[in-house]
């Protein structure tokens, strides 16, 4: 018994090192994004180039290069501007994707490159905490806020990664990701952090690996559907000002120039919600059931069960918005960061400054 207890401490301070060495490289691909940015900005040249060439594949851009020969016997071949032609909906600006945040430069997209090694290996690390957690509670390390945020945090990075290894063009989340998860693990080592215990007799179920894990997966999505929303919103805003006109800010321009058009923004949004909110509507489900088990009620108010409903119902508003005319666009955008606010007071607010049976924070 007495080296069962030692062997799970020994766990529980490995999970620890585990998760704070996490941050240290996270901080690392932080600075790396920061100087990606930064060495991007000075490639004016390259973000014409990139523009004028249609780069960034995920618009479906193709450029059409007509080749004149004089005919005055020289014979020297003469290309014409390129023409960008871009698929777009209906009432959409046919605007080409942006070269990324390293500018279409070789040292920014090498310290890109750097960042999202280090996320990489924060992410390995941080995972290999959540699970040696697992291992000291002997149970599934989602008992309190601070399992809970670590757990969460790893698979935001995960799902970021795994997008990144089947192609998809979302560098652009490197920054604004590693940025709240700093955050999020700041809080959750200070404010949030429990030591490692067993759970109160509710939540010995294995509706708790079910419903839980669900429920984070849902939350990790939901938060980069929620980046890419906003960075909709900044494109869009700043497309239009180009379109009526407007100048804009050297420096503001400069990164907006580097970001997915307006329009590959909204798609990845739209897709990215859409692509999990079934697997929110089974969450619910799945919690209904298990508090069918625990409590004998499948529905009895909870604050907790209240916020839940209220966040799928904000997410369906949006997916139905999205594709209603006349609330297309940023009416449509705004409702999905209402949606992702939801979540967030569901998550952050009810467990800390709520009572009721859900209050399983341990703060």
Not at 27 to 49: D, N, Q, Y
Request: glycine fraction near 10%.
């Amino acid at each position: 018994m007495i080296l069962a207890a030692t062997t799970n401490e020994n766990l529980a301070n490995t999970a620890n090192v585990l998760v704070y060495s996490s941050m240290a490289i996270y901080t690392l691909a932080f600075f790396a994004h920061i100087v990606e940015w930064v060495l991007g900005s000075r490639s004016k040249v390259g973000r014409t180039a990139a523009a004028l060439t249609g780069a960034g594949a995920a618009a479906k851009a193709t450029v059409e290069v007509r080749t004149a020969e004089k005919e005055n016997g020289g014979g020297t071949a003469v290309l014409e501007r390129p023409k960008v032609i871009t698929r777009s909906a209906a009432g959409r600006r046919d605007v080409p994707d942006g070269p990324g945040a390293a500018g279409g430069t070789f040292k920014g997209d090498l310290y890109g490159r750097i960042a999202v090694s280090m996320t990489a290996l924060g992410f390995l690390l941080e995972a290999a905490g959540v699970i040696s957690r697992a291992m000291a509670v002997q149970r599934a390390p989602w008992g309190n806020m601070y399992e809970f945020s670590t757990t969460f945090s790893t698979v935001a990075v995960g799902t970021y990664l795994a997008f990144l290894l089947t192609k998809k063009n979302v560098r652009w989340i490197g920054l604004p990701l590693v940025t709240t998860v700093l955050l999020n693990l700041g809080i959750a080592t200070t404010v949030l952090y429990t030591d490692s215990d067993q759970l109160v007799p509710a939540l010995h179920s294995y509706w708790l690996w079910i419903h839980v894990s669900t429920a984070i997966f849902c939350g990790a999505v939901f938060y980069l559907g929620a980046v890419g929303t906003l960075f909709y919103l900044l494109r869009d805003v700043y497309e239009s000002k180009v379109a009526r006109g407007v100048t804009v800010g050297r420096a503001w321009a400069s990164i907006m120039e580097r970001l997915p058009a307006a329009a590959t923004l909204d798609k990845f949004s739209y897709r990215v919600n859409a692509a999990v909110f079934p697997l929110w509507t089974f969450t619910i489900i799945a919690g209904a059931i298990w508090a069918g088990d625990a409590w004998g009620r499948y529905w009895g108010w909870d604050p907790k069960e209240v916020w839940s409903f209220i966040t799928w119902v904000a997410y369906a508003c949006y997916l139905h918005a999205r594709a209603t005319a006349g609330w297309k666009g940023r009416k449509a955008a705004t409702l999905a960061l209402v949606a992702f606010g939801c979540w967030l007071f569901n998550y952050y607010g009810v467990n800390i400054f709520v009572t009721g049976k859900h209050s399983y924070a341990g703060v």
